[in-house]
């Protein structure tokens, strides 16, 4: 029986596979569904109209239009007069972008026939996106004047809502074809009274849609309210308001395929992008010139070790051994907590491998702007699909080191992440249920990731440990590891784990410092983030300079006899994600507007379980680096 257990797993997850498939097609997965996140100029785009892109733009590169190609991008085309719905999305502050609520929980005109929901897909519903009709009729290049959208008595409930709408800058998003647009809902305005300053709340009754065309396609859309045209609701006084909007059609040049250029172009203007390539690279190249000359003095210390060494043998000197050749028989010895090590490395080798999966979908043009999701999407599909890897990674070296609890590894490896990340998650989506957001997941969605996890993620992990279990590959040590071991001897206080974590994040940290803000500006902002190129280079020189670093401090910490490397070479290469959960507060304080228990909450709360998986892939790298160099400075000295 044992030996079809394999085949039998193999085939469960398979069926697996395909059957989380169709929960996922359910969802109808449409890749032309929107855009991620709002420009970076939104707050002056939403009082004005964006300016019309013009031919100069550049052309669409080959990678990005072959992604679109790939993803099957929508086609819309239109007759004259035909109806094209304009769809609302989600409300809420401007300086909480996940503090979002349905449209309609403002007391907003609503559609004559009732509500009618558009289907999202996964992704769309992980970004808290709730499409809506809308009464806005808003037919193919017909233009509108001063159209009547409804009249509203605003009762004291009604004013209240409004009113705290616009204390807090609250903005609308809605899509037309598939365009995102925003607005805001009103304004304050200080009016200066003897020996006192009132505020004054109004609210914005008038809305403007210029859209630009090219033959029968929608190419470009654009809103803006008119401050003239606003009703005065301070005062807890019923007040009848008339809501209406207009629409201008013009005509383009710009072609269907480079329509949604205009919000890469707006994530970064172009004085900020030369500035943004500039910072990179100097930061980069200083990070290069410190790893590098790190690295000079390492191999010349180690150069002389092997002369060092070699003479020593060859005299046969009966002096008693120092450095890092002194404890050759307990460098290998395997380290405490083999299961959770073993867990460790086979969960940070899945993210690391997830990582690039990530970038190469990027790369490519998966996440262009308007694909709305996808990035929420390919995440929890590669994490399901990577699991596999995990588990063989981990049941792999679990018997390299000599571990029995086979059940007890492979399931430590399925939940060391997502365990945790499912505590959090339910912890801030009760939060969100609480304030009614739209950021709270329905249901059925967490019933479907949940399906996911128990019938794709769990068969591979466990199939990937038996895979690994049965493989055949040894530690095979270069030395031979003694009964018992030796002494640590004394050493100082920055030789502890705490003092050489801090610096080993440090340089690494440096490398990323520049380009964090540019992710969360965009993650937890209103900029569009789109040039993946830069991401990745920085992406590539993280690892590398962790993985000297790592090395290094190995080295260092070898030659004082100490020779409980295994954790150490953890802690210190993950020890990056401590310094940018620190940068979390940094940003949180200083640079941004957030507030608000929720948005509070779910800002620190998943940049620490993002932070938690940055710890497991950056240690995994710094251990299998610390391996091999070890490995290969024992096998070039002769050990008894």
Request: hydrophobic residues 45%.
């Amino acid at each position: 029986m044992a030996p079809r257990l394999p085949a039998m797993l193999a085939r469960a997850s398979v069926c697996a596979l395909l059957w989380a498939s169709s929960l996922i097609s359910v969802y109808a997965i449409r890749p032309d569904s929107g855009s991620l996140a709002l420009s970076r100029a939104l707050s002056g785009a939403l009082s004005s109209v964006y300016p019309t892109s013009t031919s100069r733009g550049s052309e669409v590169s080959a990678p990005l239009r072959e992604g679109r190609v790939l993803l099957g991008e929508a086609d819309h085309s239109y007759k004259v007069h035909e109806a094209v719905p304009l769809y609302a999305n989600k409300v809420g502050p401007f300086h909480n972008p996940s503090e979002t609520y349905q449209y309609y929980d403002l007391p907003f005109c609503p559609p004559e026939g009732g509500q009618e929901h558009k289907p999202e897909n996964l992704g769309e519903v992980l970004d808290a996106n709730r499409l809506v009709t809308t009464p806005y009729d808003v037919s193919f290049r017909v233009d509108r004047d001063n159209e009547k959208l409804c009249s509203k008595m605003l009762e004291q409930e009604d004013l209240k809502s409004f009113r705290k709408a616009v204390a807090d800058d609250y903005y609308f998003q809605m899509y037309y074809d598939d365009l995102p647009i925003w607005g805001f809902i009103g304004k304050m305005e200080k009016i200066l009274r003897p020996g006192h300053t009132e505020l004054r709340y109004y609210l914005f009754t008038h809305v403007h849609f210029d859209i630009a065309y090219n033959d029968d396609r929608v190419i470009e859309i654009n809103v803006s309210t008119d401050p003239t045209q606003t009703v005065d609701i301070t005062e807890d006084v019923s007040v009848k308001v008339e809501f209406t909007y207009s629409v201008k059609w013009k005509q383009t040049s710009i072609p269907f395929e480079r329509r949604m250029e205009k919000y890469s172009r707006y994530s970064f203007l172009p004085q900020h992008l030369e500035i943004h390539w500039f910072s990179i690279i100097n930061s980069c190249v200083t990070v290069l010139l410190l790893t590098g000359f790190l690295a000079t003095i390492l191999m010349r210390v180690l150069k002389n070790d092997f002369v060092k060494y070699t003479r020593e043998d060859e005299a046969m000197d009966e002096q008693e051994e120092t450095g890092w050749k002194y404890i050759h028989g307990d460098v290998f010895r395997f380290p405490p907590m083999k299961s959770l090590f073993c867990s460790f490395v086979g969960t940070g080798t899945q993210l690391f491998t997830l990582s690039i999966c990530v970038f190469i979908l990027a790369c490519i043009g998966v996440f262009y702007p308007y694909n709305r999701g996808a990035l929420y999407t390919a995440i929890i599909v590669l994490y399901a699909l990577t699991a596999g890897i995990a588990g063989y990674q981990s049941a792999c070296y679990y018997r390299q080191l000599g571990g029995e609890a086979w059940v007890r590894n492979i399931l430590l490896t399925c939940v060391l992440y997502c365990g945790p990340f499912f505590l959090m998650f339910c912890f801030l989506n009760t939060v969100a249920i609480v304030y009614r957001s739209t950021a709270a997941l329905p249901f059925g969605t967490i019933v479907i990731i949940i399906l996911i996890w128990a019938l794709v993620t769990l068969p591979l992990t466990i199939l990937g440990g038996v895979a690994g279990k049965n493989s055949t590959s040894e530690f095979a040590a270069p030395c031979r590891t003694t009964k018992y071991p030796r002494e640590v001897p004394q050493l100082p206080w920055y030789r502890a784990a705490l003092p050489q974590m801090c610096m080993a994040g440090f340089l690494p940290f440096s490398a990323i410092y520049i380009e964090l803000y540019y992710i969360f500006a965009s993650v937890w902002g209103h900029k569009v983030y789109t040039i993946y190129s830069i991401l990745f280079i920085v992406f590539l020189i993280l690892i590398i300079v962790t993985s000297f670093i790592t090395i290094a401090l190995t080295y260092f910490q070898l030659a004082v006899e100490d020779h409980r490397w295994w954790w150490r070479s953890i802690m210190c290469g993950g020890s990056t994600a401590l310094f940018v959960y620190g940068y979390c507060f940094y940003y949180y304080f200083a640079r941004s507007d957030m507030s608000g228990f929720m948005q509070t909450s779910f800002f620190f709360g998943y940049m620490l379980m993002v932070c938690y998986g940055f710890f497991l892939m950056l240690g995994t790298v710094g251990f299998r680096s610390s391996l091999l160099f070890v490995r290969h400075i024992y096998r070039a000295i002769k050990c008894e």
